[in-house]
């Protein structure tokens, strides 16, 4: 797995769990598929600066964020 | 044109032109097509996370720094 894949993954679940949204809520405001958001997730996807885009607007963060590795992030399985 | 994507492209040709690289350099560097990179620096392509992480590899930032908007930016045509 890409270590960018993995980072930008972990830093949509935790602002999806801390916003307490369900990866289908995530899914359905982002205008994408849960399983899509699912995979994402899980750093299997080579999402696209657009989508990066969407679900950054949806967790109220930069889409800059969502890349950046923070090595002290609690991994909130 | 989506504002990421001229961002991001606008980001690359910044610090592509910092390190005096042409756009077939870079794309070289980065086992990319020349004339892709200079969509991407255009705006005009809706560029993956696996294409920035090579790019910022290649331009020595961080991938998260091509997507940030620095509004204070000269637009160095």
Known sequence: MS???ATIG???KFHRKKLRLSQEQL??????????VGSVERGERNISALNIEKLAAVLGVEPAKLLESK???IDDK
Chains 1, 2 share one sequence.
């Open 3 to 5: 270590s960018i894949l």
């Open 10 to 12: 972990s830093n949509i």
């Open 27 to 36: 899914a359905d405001l982002a205008d994408l598929h849960r399983t899509y």
């Open 71 to 73: 090595p002290n992030q």
